[in-house]
């Protein structure tokens, strides 16, 4: 049976209120992490440090992630990279103290930690990704960017209310 990266087994933390251990967790991304503009393509490497520590229901676990992550800007679409180092904090509850369900509870030893990674990540992530604050994206003409072009560049555009009566006189059926 594989086992995920996620997976921390904390065999060697005491039950002890009080009692900590540090860990540190470094893998390939077993499937990327995101949302469509941007996220941290699969094998990309996570590092995860974290401190472990026992509290009175079950162990309280504090981290960092470092990773990066790549994506296109949402104006221009070129393409961008990140670094991602973002905190979390979760409590496994241990096995008979866990109350409702959406709580994370500890499965004998182990805390799978993929779900409170991956939370973390795609908050640290930015919702509208863009190359520069000043980036001034494509014309909507011609797709080129608008820093490529002379300030006077525009295009005749037809205007949306003439459109249907061009197409009208250019109907076969009305024959002229
Ligand atoms: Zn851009
Ligand atoms: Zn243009």
Redesign the pocket.
Known sequence: MATSPFKLNLHELPRRAGDFKDFQLDFLAPESIGNPMIAIPVKTQLLINLRAESVSDGVLITGTISSKAVGECGRCLDPIETVINQNFQELFFYENRAGEDEEFMMEGDIADLEIPVRDAVILALPINPICREDCQG???????K?EN?PAD???ELIDPRWQGLSEWKSDPRFGR
């Open positions: 494509l014309c909507s003409g011609c797709g080129e608008w072009l560049h525009e295009h």
